[in-house]
C-alpha cells in the first residue's frame, strides 16, 4: 500500500522541481487534448513551450506579456502568503485602467511628461480604492473577501461598460462604445526602454515590484508578519501582528499593483477602453502566483512562461486552427497539476507493507 | 479461567521511533487492569491497536478465546471493546443524543436512544439530558457523555485513557465508583494514567510501559507510588530546590477582570482579581475550559480589555497591544506550542523573532537584523539545552519537550517583569518539565513575577508560593499554597457539577 | 417610465426560473460544506454542466439526458477536486479556483461548435384545470420539472440532514473530522461523495442556464451564478429552508433588474446589471458581522484539510 507521510521539513528541493514536473504533466495531457482536438500535438507543444523563446518577435512579446501578470501576480502572493485571497484582482486591473484612463482623457490632448506618471498615479489610486472595500468589509464586518472581490469584479465590468457608453465615449466616435484612443496622444504613450528585449516601462515596474517584494519577505517586518499571519494566525496574533493591518495592507498593495498593470495595458497594447479591454490578465495572474511558488522572483519565472503560452497560443490558435479557449484550459490543467504535484513538498510517498 | 484479552508480542514502529516493542500481558474477567508509563512511553498506540485505530506492524492478540485483530474501530466496538478517549471524541455543535448515536453501531431511534441513555445514565450515577448539545457540557460532563456511550453497548472490555486528568477531585471520586461498579458487574477495564496513588487506590493489576517496552507488572496496592515511579521513569528524579519566598512590590494586578469569550462553547471571565507580588510564584489550578484561555488572552493582549482592569507595575495595561505589554515587561507563553506559541513551519530564527522584536532590539525602522536573530535563537538553544541540529530547523521537527524549552527560554531570557505560562509542562518528558520548572522559579528568585497557570495539581503544589483555582471564569482568593489540602483544592475547583456519588459504591 | 408593463405574475414565475439554477447549485455547496470541505469551484462546475448538458441535449434531442449528462460532468469535475483535496492534500481554496479557471476554459473550447443552435424544448407541467387557476394555477403548476426537482430537493436534504443517519455522520465529519476518525468513520470518503453530490448539483444548475433559461449557449453564460451560490450557502446558515428563501429573494431582484430594463427607468443598463452583485454584497456584510453567530452556524471543520496521523 502506498501511503503519504508527513516530512519532518518541507522539501527545498520540491519546491523548485514541482513546478518544472507540472508543466511537464501539462505538456503530456496538453498534448493529448490537441491530439484529441485532431491536430498535431508534438506541433503545438513546440509552439507553446519553444518557439516563444527563440522567435525574436515572439520574444519581445514575452516580456510586453508577462509584465503585467507579473505585476499582479506579485501582490496577489503577497496576500496569499498572508491568507488574504483577492480574487477580484481583474475587477482592480479594469478600475486602474478605468481610473488612469480617465484622466488621460480628461488631458487629451495637452503635452508634458507629467502626464503618464499622472496617469499610473490614478490607476494605481483607483485599483488601491477597489481592493480596500473587501479589505473594509473583511476587517469591519467579517464579510468573505473572496466572494467580496469577486462580485466586484463583475461590478467593474459593468462600470466600465457603463463609462465607455456614458462619460468616456468618444465623442466622435459615432456611437461605437469606446473611448478615445490614447494610442494618439503622444504625452501618454508608454515609451519602450529596450525595444529588442521588449522592455517598456511597464516591464521595468513588474521587475521593480518583484525585487521589491522580494526584500520585502526578506527582510522587513512587514514581510515577516505576512509569513506569520498565513502560515499561523493564531501566533501572529500571539506577536502582535494586526490582523486588520494585514489584510489592509495586503489587498491595498495588490489592488495598487493590479490598477497599475491596467493602466499600462490601457496605454500599451489595448489603446483605448472598450467592452473587450478585460483580458482576464486578473485570473491568470493568480495561476502565476501559485506556479512562482507565491515567490518573487518565482513568479518573475512563471510569468514568463505563462506570457509564452499566451505568446504561443496565439501561433497555435491561427497555425492550427484551434479555439482560443484550447489555451486557457491548458493554463487551468497546469495550475491543476500543480497543486496535485505540490502534496510532493510537505510530503513523501512511502510503500508500506500491510500487517500480516 | 481464560483471560478475557491476552496480548502478544505487539510491536509498532513509526519513522525513527518503536512505539512498541513486543509488548504482552493478559487482561482478567471484571479486573481494573492499569497501564502505566510517562508521556511516550507506548501507552496510547498500545490501546489504539486494541481499539483498531492502528494496526500492529507484528504480534497478536486473543479476545474470549478467538483470534483478535481489528481492523477498525467498528470492528472492536462489535467485539465488545470499547474506549474513553483522553481527548473526547466528541462534537461541539451536536446535542448528547446525536453524538451517542455516532459512537454506536446500530442506533435504536432518537426517542428510543434518548430514553435509553437516560436510563443508562441515571442507573450509574451519571445523569445526562440527550438534548443537551455538547458545547454547553462542562469537561465532566463531556466525560460522562462518552463513558455512557461506551455503556450503552454493553463492553466487555472498557478502554480508559487517563481519564481523570480532567476532572475535579470530587469528580474522580464518582467515575471511580463508577468503574468498580462496572468492574463488580465483570467488566475489565483498561485504566490509562500516570498518576500513581490513583492507581493505587482503584487497580486490581498494573502493567508498567518504558520506551515501548514493558518493563515491569505489578500489584498496585503492594507497592509504593516510589516503587512505581521509579519503574516508570528508569531513574530517580531531581526534586526542584526549595526557596525561600521574598515577595516584593505588587508587580501585576487585575482589578475585576470581566471578558466575555469570543468561543460560542467557550468560558467568559467574570470579575477576576488578584495581585502578583515580585518574587512570587502564583499557581491557578483548575480543568480546562473554565476560563484558561480567555485569561491568556486577556493578559497577552491578544484581547483587549478597559485599560485599569490590568496594571503592570501601577501602569493600566489592560488595552495596551502585546507589543507594548513586552516592552513594559509582562511576557506570556501560551498553553498550545504549534500555532500559538510558536509558528510550526518557520525557523527557529524566526521563532525568536516572534516575540522578542522589542525587548532584544531585532528591529530597526522595521527592518530586521537576522544576525542578531540568530544569535539569540543560538543562545536559547544553548542555556535551554535545547536539542536540535540547529537554529535553522522548523520548530515542527522539534519534540514536544525540546520545543517548549524552546518557547519558555524565549520569554525567560527576555528577562520580563512578570511571566505568564499555560500548562508550562504539558505533553513535556519528565526531565524536561523539571528543567522548566526549575528556570520559573531561579526567574522568580530573582525577582520576576510568575503566574502559572496549570491542570496539573501536583506541579503547582510543588512550585507555587501561592494558588489560587479558576472555574467557570470565577477566580478564588488566592491562598498560600503550603498546608492545602486535597480536599480544600477540590471545593476551590467548584464542585461536581451536579454529580452524586452512589450510595455504597464510594470509597 | 411605465411600470403597468410588468406583470406580477410573470414576475414571480420568471423570478422562480431565475432562483432555480443558484438554489441547485448552492443545495449542492451546502453539503459539501456541511462535510466540511470549501469548494470554490461552483462557478466552473455549473458552466461544464451548461455546456455538457447543452451539447447531449442537442445531440440526442433530449433535454433530460442532457440533464443527466450536465450532473455527471459536473461531479466528474468535482472528483477531480476531491482527488486533489482529499488525497493529495491541496489547499481548497486554490484548488476550488483551478476548478473554476479550467471549467471555464473547457466549457469555452467544448462549446465552440454549439454557438447559435437552439436546444430542444423542455415541457412545462400543464395539469388542465388547475394549472388554469386564475394566479396561483401559473405560480404553482405550471413549471418545467427541475423547478419541482429543485424544491423538493429542499425538503429532502433538510429530512436527510436532521433526521437521518447518514446526514448525522455527514454533519459530524465536518464539525470534527479528527473525532470523526477516531469513531471510526471514513472522513475522505464521505467528504468525496459529499463533493461528487455537490458537483451533480452544480451541472444540473448549470444545465438550466443553457437549457430552459437562456436558452442557448453562450460563453461565460453563468455570470457568476457559481459565486452568487456560494455566497447564498453562508446567507442561509447552512440551512436548506433559508438558502430557498435566499435564492427566491435573490431571483426576485435579478428578475426585477430586466424588467426595469425593460420599462426603462432612465438609469445605463449597466448600472441596473451590478445590482444582483451589489446585493450578494450587502447580504454577505449583514451575515457575516455577527461573528459570534457566524461561527456557531459554519461547520468547524470548513476549509481545513485532514491527513491521519497514524
Known sequence: MIRLERRKAPSKAMLWLTPLLAVLLTMIFGGILFALLGKDPFAAIHMIFIEPFTDSYSQRQLLIKGGPLILIAVGLSLGFRAGVWNIGAEGQFIMGAIGGGAVGLALYGMPGIWVLPLMTLAGALAGFAWAMIPAFLKVKFNANEILVSLMLVYVAENFLRAMVTGALKNPDGRGFPESRSLAQYASAEMPMLIKSAGLNVGGLVAIGAVVLAYTLLARHRLGYQIKLTGQAPRAARFSGVKPGIIVAATLGISGALAGMAGLFELVGPAGKLTTNFPLGYGFTAIIVAFLGRLNPIGIFLAGILMAATYVGGETVQFALQVPAAAIRVFQGMLLFFLLAVDVLVAYRFVLKKEAK | MEPLLQIDALSKAYPGVQANDSVSFDIEHGEIHALLGENGAGKSTLVKMIYGLVRPDTGSMTLLGQHYAPARPGEARRAGVAMVFQHFSLFEALNVGENIALGMEDAPDRRALAAKIREVSTAYGLPLDPDRLIGDLSVGERQRVEIVRCLLQNPKLLIMDEPTSVLTPQEVEILFATLRKLASEGVAILYISHKLEEIKSLCNRATILRLGKVVGKCVPAEETARSMAEMMIGAELAMPKARDYQPGAVALELKALNLPSLDPFGTSLRNVSLALRKGEVMGIGGVAGNGQDELLLALSGERKVPSGMITLNGEAVGDAPPEKRRALGLLTAPEERLGHAAAPDMTLVDNAVLTAQTRRKLTKNGWLNMRKAASFSDEIIAKFDVRTPGNHVVARALSGGNLQKYVIGREVLQRPDVLVVNQPTWGVDAAAAAAIRQALRDLAANGAAVLVVSQDLDELMEMSDTFAVLAEGRLSKPRPAEGLSIEEIGLMMGGTHGMEPMAGAAT | ?310
Open chain 3, 1 to 310: 417610465m411605465d411600470f403597468s408593463s410588468i406583470d406580477p405574475i410573470s414576475l414571480i414565475v420568471s423570478l422562480m426560473i431565475a432562483a432555480t439554477p443558484i438554489l441547485l447549485a448552492g443545495l449542492g455547496e451546502l453539503v459539501v460544506e456541511k462535510s466540511g470541505v470549501l469548494n470554490l469551484g461552483v462557478e466552473g462546475m455549473m458552466i461544464i454542466g451548461a455546456i455538457a448538458g447543452f451539447a447531449l441535449a442537442v445531440e440526442t434531442e433530449n433535454p433530460y439526458l442532457g440533464m443527466l449528462a450536465a450532473m455527471g460532468a459536473g461531479a466528474v469535475l468535482a472528483l477531480l477536486f476531491g482527488i486533489l483535496t482529499q488525497f493529495l492534500l491541496s489547499n481548497q481554496v486554490a484548488t476550488g479556483l483551478a476548478l473554476t479557471l479550467f471549467g471555464l476554459g473547457l466549457a469555452a473550447l467544448l462549446g465552440h461548435s454549439y454557438t447559435g443552435l437552439k436546444p430542444p424544448a423542455v415541457s412545462k407541467l400543464d395539469i388542465g384545470f388547475l394549472t388554469d387557476i386564475p394566479v396561483l394555477g401559473r405560480i404553482v403548476f405550471n413549471h418545467d420539472a427541475v423547478v419541482y426537482f429543485s424544491i423538493f430537493m429542499v425538503i429532502a436534504l433538510w429530512w436527510f440532514l436532521n433526521r437521518s443517519r447518514a446526514g448525522l455522520v455527514l454533519r459530524a465529519v465536518g464539525e470534527s473530522h479528527d473525532a470523526a476518525h477516531s469513531l471510526g468513520y471514513n472522513v475522505v470518503m464521505i467528504r468525496l461523495a459529499a463533493i461528487m453530490f455537490g458537483g451533480a448539483m452544480a451541472g444540473l444548475g448549470g444545465a438550466y442556464f443553457s437549457l430552459i433559461r437562456v436558452p442557448q449557449w453562450t460563453e461565460g453564460m453563468t455570470a457568476g451564478a457559481g459565486w452568487i451560490a456560494l455566497a447564498l450557502v453562508v446567507f442561509s446558515s447552512w440551512k436548506p429552508g433559508r438558502l430557498l428563501i435566499g435564492a427566491y429573494l435573490f431571483g426576485g431582484i435579478s428578475v426585477l433588474e430586466i424588467n426595469l430594463q425593460i420599462v426603462g427607468v432612465g438609469i445605463s443598463p449597466a448600472y441596473l446589471k451590478m445590482t444582483p452583485y451589489l446585493v450578494t454584497i450587502i447580504v454577505l456584510v449583514i451575515m457575516s458581522s455577527d461573528r459570534r453567530r457566524a461561527s456557531l452556524n459554519a461547520p468547524a471543520s470548513l476549509g481545513r484539510s485532514f491527513h491521519a496521523s497514524h
